[in-house]
Every structure is written in C-alpha cells, then in structure tokens.
C-alpha cells in the first residue's frame, strides 16, 4: 500500500525559505504524478503545484508561481517543495498527494505544518 510523509515544515520569518520533502513508500514514486496542497485553518484545501511521474513538467497555482518550486528524485522516492520568499498567507498544512489514475489523487499524506512569522 502506497504511503506518503511529508517533512520539513517549521517556523520561518516572511521572506525566508522551506524546503518541504515527501517520501514514498509501498510501491514505484516513477508510477506517480505527485502534487502539493495546503490548508489553513478555517480554509479549503488549496492546490500548490503539482509534478509529472517523470519530472518533467510541473504546473502551479497562481499563489504559488514564481516562488515556489516542486521537484522530484525518483532514485530517492522523493518529491520536494522549495518554498522561496514566503509570506504569511503562506501558512498553512501543506499535504503532498499521489495519483496514478485519472480519478485523481487518492494518496494523501498527514501533512507538515508550515508557519510564517508576521
């Protein structure tokens, strides 16, 4: 059974970087599109970014663009969020979840508590 934890998260001061990793377990990472959420308190989900099984080709949510830069290591099973310039808006669980189907992402992860200091 696939399996997915994120780590990383942390207290960081506005401005500052995380990088967020996610490691899988239970089965090939090379198989998977893998994507990021987030969610605040009180917030729906939101949707981060997401990366091809490959690498090859990542898309991110408009909050997300330009600053924030998902990554994968399949050797390694892993998959990463480079958090640059964060803002307290930023705050948030942010989740990484896995999809091998067109039915979408059905692996999720407890989550890694992300907080950026006001």
């Keep these: ?24 377990s239970g089965g090939s990472a090379s198989t998977y599109a893998m994507a990021w959420f987030r969610q605040a308190p009180g917030e ?18 408009d909050s997300a663009k330009g600053r924030f830069t998902i990554s994968r290591d399949n050797s390694q099973n892993t998959v990463y969020l480079q958090m640059n310039n964060l803002k307290p808006t930023d705050t948030a669980l942010y989740y990484c979840a896995a999809s091998n189907s067109p039915a ?15």
């Design 44 to 61: 729906e989900r939101e949707f981060v970014g997401r990366i091809s099984s490959s690498g090859g080709h990542q898309y991110y949510s």
């Design 1 to 24: 059974q696939l399996q997915l934890v994120e780590s990383g998260g942390g207290l960081v001061e506005i401005g500052g970087s995380l990088k967020l990793s996610c490691v899988i």
């Design 104 to 118: 979408g992402y059905g692996v999720w992860g407890q989550g890694t508590q992300v907080t950026v200091s006001s």
